[in-house]
């Protein structure tokens, strides 16, 4: 299902993602901010679908204008433990340990937490870190 809520009007093209990190201080006051900031979680990803045909809003933050678009949480590609990754089931996410700087976006990326629900969408490979082989699938969160 989609969510409603305003991006900077160089940023409201549909299919560009962002993280949404929380609200900034100018938000706290903005009489926009139930709309804008109150509809997404912070630390997760968002990606925008569509772009509402109305008129864009004063912001102080985006270079002086935001517009209302149509956002869901995207599939993340993540590794996971082999024995989890069956296409179509619910596992609980917990993040593999990795060293490897190059590889933590596998590993802990951004938009999901240690914990979350998740829906196994599609198997995509293997990457092997610290002497153990994963499986790198691409999941969806599932919202409580």
Not at 93 to 117: R, V
Not at 122 to 144: A, F, P, S
């Amino acid at each position: 299902m989609a969510i409603i809520t305003l991006v900077g009007e160089k940023l409201a093209r549909p299919g560009v993602e962002f993280i949404y990190y929380g609200p900034a201080e100018p938000c706290k006051t903005c009489k926009l901010a139930g709309v804008c900031v109150g509809n997404l979680e912070p630390g997760r990803r968002y990606k925008i679908l569509r772009v509402r045909s109305m008129p864009s809003h004063s912001c102080p933050l985006h270079e002086g204008k935001v517009r209302v678009v149509e956002v869901v949480e995207p599939s993340i590609e993540v590794a996971v433990e082999p024995r989890l990754a069956i296409a179509g089931s619910v596992i609980k996410l917990h993040f593999g340990d990795c060293d490897d700087p190059e590889k933590i976006d596998l590993f802990k990326p951004e938009g999901l937490f240690e914990g979350d629900s998740v829906k196994v969408i599609e198997v995509l490979g293997d990457v092997e870190c610290n002497g153990r082989t994963y499986k790198v699938v691409k999941v969806m969160r599932k919202k409580d």
